[in-house]
């Protein structure tokens, strides 16, 4: 077996890498921790679409989502054919965010795993992705 590396994400929001040590018999000791280190930061904003569209190819390892404020319906966040609330049990509604709502870090490493759709097309995302 070989060490390994896992990202822990604390209550503050800030992930910390923490390296496990293969003690030869099946199981782990925690090695080190350290904070990551970020060598670029991507921001941008995503213009409202009423059908799913994908989000851009932004290669990252943490991502933040943040409804507009000015948004007159909400914003939802979530896999290929992610649909709005609708009232009805499904597997596709989305994480919905108001307008000013934000999600906490999201580890990832690329913005286009993630989908969005909107009530209305003026509701805008912005994010922020850190790599």
């Known amino acids: ?17 923490v390296k496990y040590r293969d003690n030869g018999d099946g199981t782990y000791s925690p090695a080190q921790a350290q904070p990551f280190a970020y060598s670029s930061v991507a921001t941008g904003e995503l213009a409202g679409s009423t059908s799913a569209a994908q989000m851009p190819s932004v290669t990252c390892k943490l991502v933040k989502f943040k409804a507009a404020y000015d948004n007159a319906g909400r914003v939802y966040i979530g896999g290929a054919g992610v649909t709005v609330a609708n009232g009805t049990t499904d597997t ?17 490493a690329n913005l286009n795993v ?17 790599a």
């Open 1 to 17: 077996m070989a060490d390994r590396t896992v990202a822990l994400i604390g209550d503050d929001g800030v992930a910390v890498p």
């Open 92 to 108: 596709t509604t989305g994480l919905q965010l108001q307008a000013g709502e934000e999600t906490g870090w999201l580890p990832v």
């Open 114 to 130: 993630f989908y969005r759709i909107c009530d209305a097309a003026g509701d805008d995302l912005t994010y922020l992705a850190l």
